[in-house]
């Protein structure tokens, strides 16, 4: 059964970045879209962005433009989310997550979940 | 962009009860590409339900969902102990983006 593990919990200050990675157990990593999700302490679930390992090519929420980045190394089976510019809003647990079907690129719900990383910006 | 509204906000009811929770999206969702999904604090969500009505593997037959177009609902029948806690709807019938609603929490009365 693949999993999907992440890495630990983090502490930033505000203006720093964070990069938080996202191993696949399992094989056919490549032909899943990964996405990363994020909850706020209090606020409901927000998608901030994915990628499609096999094609490298990521899409992101508008409201993340030009601060978060999201990559993919297949060889390791691991994607990566970093978010530049930190402010203490970005306080959240973030998860990545996979979709339930092979090839339908973000047309199907999410089944498989990473644990969450914490993310706390602080002075 | 797809915006979802979910509702009540938050529902008390007893174990055995039965809940219904709404999903209501801003446009017709096509081949009723929704999912609800479980999140209880400290966890990461749990699919239970995909595509409107099916039923994710090893989820008991107590939750269901149904619907079409702009108006879903997801029932728990039965409600236990174990089932109370916040529930998101979520589209991928648009997307990217998926979006989701802000959640229903079901607590106990």
């Known amino acids: 059964q693949v999993q999907l593990v992440q890495s630990g919990a983090e502490v930033k200050k505000p203006g720093s970045s964070v990069k938080v990675s996202c191993k696949s157990s399992g094989d056919t990593f490549s032909s899943y879209a990964i996405s990363w999700v994020r909850q706020a302490p209090g606020q409901g679930l927000e998608w901030m962005g994915g990628?499609?390992?096999?094609?490298?090519?990521?899409n992101y929420a508008q409201k993340f433009q030009g601060r978060v980045t999201i990559t993919a190394d297949e060889a390791a089976s691991t994607a990566y989310m970093e978010l530049s510019g930190l402010r203490s809003e970005d306080t959240a647990v973030y998860f990545c997550s996979r979709d339930m079907f092979r090839g339908l690129y973000y047309n199907c719900a999410l089944d498989v979940w990473g644990q969450g990383t914490t993310v706390t910006v602080s002075s | 962009e797809i915006v979802l509204t979910q509702s009540p906000g938050t529902l008390s009811l007893s174990p055995g009860d039965r809940a219904t929770l709404s999903c209501r999206a801003s446009?017709?969702?096509?081949?009723?590409?929704l999912a609800w999904y479980q999140k209880k604090l400290g966890q990461p969500p749990r699919l239970l339900i995909f595509d409107a009505s099916s039923r994710a593997t090893g989820i008991p037959d107590r939750f269901s969902g149904s619907g079409s177009g702009t108006d879903f609902t997801l029932t728990v029948s039965r409600l236990e102990p174990d089932d109370f806690a916040v529930y998101y709807c979520q589209q991928y019938a648009n997307s990217p983006p998926y979006t989701f609603g802000q959640g229903t929490k079901l607590e106990i009365k």
């Open positions: 446009q017709s969702i096509a081949s009723g590409h």
């Open positions: 990628i499609i390992p096999i094609f490298g090519t990521p």
